[in-house]
Antibody, heavy 123, light 108 residues
Framework: QVQLVESGGGVVQPGRSLRLSCAAS????????MHWVRQAPGKGLEWVAV????????YYADSVKGRFTISRDNSKNTLYVQMNSLRAEDTAVYYC????????????????WGQGTLVTVSS | EIVMTQSPATLSVSPGKRATLSCRAS??????LAWYQQKPGQAPRLLIY???TRATGIPARFSGSGSGTEFSLTISSLQSEDFAVYYC??????????FGQGTRLEIK
């Protein structure tokens, strides 16, 4: 069965960096685009970034562009997001999610989600 | 950016009754619309994609309809496990996919 397990969350001071990981199993990781989606406490869902199945394309929400970098290691079945210059408004549960379309050249719906990892940006 | 607006913010319905949730897009998204269910402390779960196609394992009491800018999710005969928050998501204007703010479905 498809499993996505995020890790790397924690408490970090404003302006510092953090890297999140998402370990994938139960499917051929290298054939699916992957997303990061976040949810601030008590709020709705906000898309953060997507990376193509082969890493050839990466796209970001305006709110994180220039500060966050999404990447993947298909040999390790792992998705990452490097978060720099963190702000209080980045505080959220961060989910990794699989795009539903294998070998996709577009973004579609998200068919599997991890349980999330909490990032708290606070001094 | 396409703005997704869900209504109502909270819907109170009795078990066994029907619930209809609405989602409106600020511009046409064709049928590129998905619905998710989220329970407290859990990740979202895909219910519907392509505006009306149920995801794998989703019960037939969940149905989606609409196209363009107006969409709805209907849950017939509400079960106790259906009380949750529901989000719509457009993926027509990719890569910037956007979610609605959510509708909380609560027990009346």
């Amino acid at each position: 069965q498809v499993q996505l397990v995020e890790s790397g969350g924690g408490v970090v001071q404003p302006g510092r960096s953090l890297r999140l990981s998402c370990a994938a199993s139960g499917f051929t990781f290298s054939t699916y685009a992957m997303h990061w989606v976040r949810q601030a406490p008590g709020k709705g869902l906000e898309w953060v970034a997507v990376i193509w199945y082969d890493g050839s394309n990466k796209y970001y929400a305006d709110s994180v562009k220039g500060r966050f970098t999404i990447s993947r290691d298909n040999s390790k079945n792992t998705l990452y997001v490097q978060m720099n210059s963190l702000r209080a408004e980045d505080t959220a549960v961060y989910y990794c999610a699989r795009d539903a379309l294998p070998f996709g050249d577009m973004v579609t719906h998200l068919d599997y989600w991890g349980q999330g990892t909490l990032v708290t940006v606070s001094s | 950016e396409i703005v997704m607006t869900q209504s109502p913010a909270t819907l109170s319905v009795s078990p066994g009754k029907r619930a209809t949730l609405s989602c409106r897009a600020s511009q046409s998204v064709s049928s590129n619309l998905a619905w998710y269910q989220q329970k407290p402390g859990q990740a979202p779960r895909l219910l519907i994609y392509g505006a009306s196609t149920r995801a794998t394992g989703i019960p037939a009491r969940f149905s989606g309809s609409g196209s363009g800018t107006e969409f709805s999710l209907t849950i017939s005969s509400l079960q106790s496990e259906d009380f949750a928050v529901y989000y719509c998501q457009q993926y027509n204007n990719w890569p910037s996919i956007t979610f609605g703010q959510g509708t909380r479905l609560e027990i009346k």
